[in-house]
Every structure is written in C-alpha cells, then in structure tokens.
C-alpha cells in the first residue's frame, strides 16, 4: 500500500557533500514524521534526523551542524542534505515515515529500501 524510495547514495571523499531524496507513494491518507536513519556494518540503526509535519526537527548530535533535513509535505518527499562527511558516517541510509493510509485510523512506520553513503578518507 506504501512505498518509500530513496535516492542520492554514493561514494564521496570526505569532507564532500551528498544528498539524499525520499519519496513516499501509495494509498496514503497523512504523513506524521518522516526522517532518516542509518546503519553501519556490525552497528544498529541509528537516529539521523527526523522532521514532523509542522517542521519540527530532531536531529544526532554526531550530525548536527553538518546534516539539514527537510521536507516537501505537498509532495511527501523527505531530504538529506549532507555536508563536511567524515569516514564514520559510512553506512546504509534508510528513510522512514509514520503514515496513515486511506484504509485505516492508525499510523504505522514504513522503511524504505536503503541507499549505501560511503566515505572515502
């Protein structure tokens, strides 16, 4: 019923920039909070960033000041823009959305697929 899809991974030196594009699509009634998070290898899912639909933002310290996030409500789309990248931010980036579809009253999470950020030092 709902999709999510990423795009703008890739391999950057560090100290580049990248950035990332979300896209929700499907049966969708209303958007809560949409937001990345991101996964190194042998490491869990972490908190990027996440914005709600009124703009307010929670954001990793280990990013803040380097990583905005934004977001298109009238095109359910969420973006990362990534600035100074370091090595360690090297991992698979996932966006996520808390969404009603038309069929129900509840909001659920959905994730999307990933997209691979690697850093090159």
């Known amino acids: 019923q709902v999709q999510l899809v990423e795009s703008g991974g890739g391999l950057v030196q560090a100290g580049g920039s990248l950035s990332l594009s979300c896209a929700a699509s499907g049966s969708i009634f209303s958007i809560n909070t949409m937001g990345w998070y991101r996964q190194a290898p042998g490491k869990q899912r972490a908190l990027v960033a996440t914005m709600s639909s009124g703009g307010s933002t929670r954001t990793a310290d280990s990013v803040k000041g380097r990583f905005t996030i934004s977001r298109d409500n009238a095109k359910n789309m969420v973006y990362l823009r990534m600035n100074n990248l370091k090595p360690e931010d090297t991992a698979v980036y996932y966006c996520?959305?808390?969404?009603?579809?038309?069929?129900?009253?509840?909001?659920?999470?959905?994730w999307g697929q990933g997209t691979q950020v690697t850093v090159s030092s």
């Open positions: 996520n959305a808390n969404i009603r579809v038309t069929t129900d009253w509840r909001y659920d999470y959905y």
